[in-house]
């Protein structure tokens, strides 16, 4: 799906439609009176209906977007025209071989509580340093998630961010070689359950530098649960908050609102960035799985 872990810098998703003009009355005649001839009366123009920021084509030119932002070589030598070619695109990141040429950020996860895990991820994003940050974007924020006890492999690894309660721990992101030993050892965390509606949550990033004054925001996160699996959830969230830190959408101290709606289309919440992937179900066709909103 889209781990892509796959395309988005899916900032400003919906196109702007193009300006049209009716075409212009012709002028009336001059009367037979000495009177100057009357100004030539024109319609005005056709108003167009603004394209949905979750139709068919919003959809592609967000995924192709992030496309764009993360590998520009790409977007320009490959025809990335619809769903099935993003397909093609994300296959070939998956790959076996092409697993350890990437730079890949690694989860481990022994207890999962998402709101917590949003905190988490932001945080760990938010402490990259610049080069560690253009590699992973370069990789479409590739993560794998695993199922294990940070506490019962700290003597054996080394763990780039840990969660406060100490369970969730983040290694990377690195070349995939860097955390082979880490994959090979534990199994991927594997939620197959749908991920359930909930009460809407408020986190706040963490910052590190509490004594510099800075400006505060507070978005909302949608997240879409109709047919999303827990595991598939994560993957979707991660690739939008590590994007949104990325992008400088999401600071230290920003207030986040996770709501839960089975789907994100119908809402009329203006988006600044979304998580766009194929439909699992129906695989021509693409699907908004998260979406971060402008400040509230």
Same mark, same amino acid.
Request: hydrophobic share 45%; with cysteine; net charge neutral.
């Given at each position: ?199 809407? @949550?408020? #986190? %706040? =990033?963490? &910052? $590190? ?7 505060? +925001?507070?978005?909302? *996160?949608?997240?879409?649960? @109709?047919? #999303? %699996? =827990?595991? &598939? $959830? ?7 908050? +590590?994007?949104?830190? *990325?992008?400088?959408?999401? @600071? ?45």
């Amino acid at each position: 799906m889209t781990s892509f872990h796959e395309p988005t810098a899916l900032a400003q998703t919906v196109a702007q439609p193009t300006a049209s003009l009716a075409p212009t009355a012709t002028p009336t005649a001059a009367s037979t009176t000495s009177a100057p001839p009357a100004p030539a009366a024109t319609t005005a123009p056709a108003a167009l209906a603004p394209v949905h920021p979750f139709s068919a084509a919003a959809l592609l030119r967000s995924a192709l977007d992030r496309v764009r932002n993360a590998r520009p070589e790409l977007a320009d030598r490959l025809d990335l025209v619809d769903a099935q070619a993003l397909s093609a695109l994300r296959a070939g990141f998956r790959s076996a071989g092409a697993v350890d040429s990437q730079v890949l950020a690694v989860v481990v996860v022994g207890r999962l509580d998402l709101p917590s895990w949003v905190r988490e991820t932001c945080a760990f994003a938010l402490a990259l340093a610049p080069e560690a940050r253009d590699a992973w974007r370069r990789s479409f924020t590739r993560t794998v998630h695993l199922a294990g006890s940070p506490a019962n492999l700290r003597e054996r690894f080394t763990f780039d961010h840990v969660a406060g309660d100490g369970s969730m721990a983040w290694s990377g992101p690195a070349p995939g070689a860097a955390t082979a030993t880490l994959r090979r050892l534990l199994k991927t965390f594997e939620a197959g359950q749908e991920l359930p509606a909930r009460p809407a @949550a408020t #986190v %706040t =990033v963490p &910052d $590190a530098d509490t004594a510099r004054p800075r400006r505060v +925001a507070h978005r909302d *996160l949608y997240i879409a649960t @109709a047919k #999303v %699996t =827990v595991a &598939d $959830a994560l993957i979707h969230i991660n690739h939008l908050l +590590a994007e949104a830190v *990325l992008d400088g959408l999401i @600071a230290p101290g920003d207030r986040l609102t996770l709501r839960f709606v089975p789907r994100l289309t119908g809402l009329a919440a203006p988006f600044a960035m979304l998580r766009v992937d194929t439909d699992v179900h129906r695989p021509d066709q693409l699907q908004a799985y998260a979406g971060l909103t402008t400040e509230v």
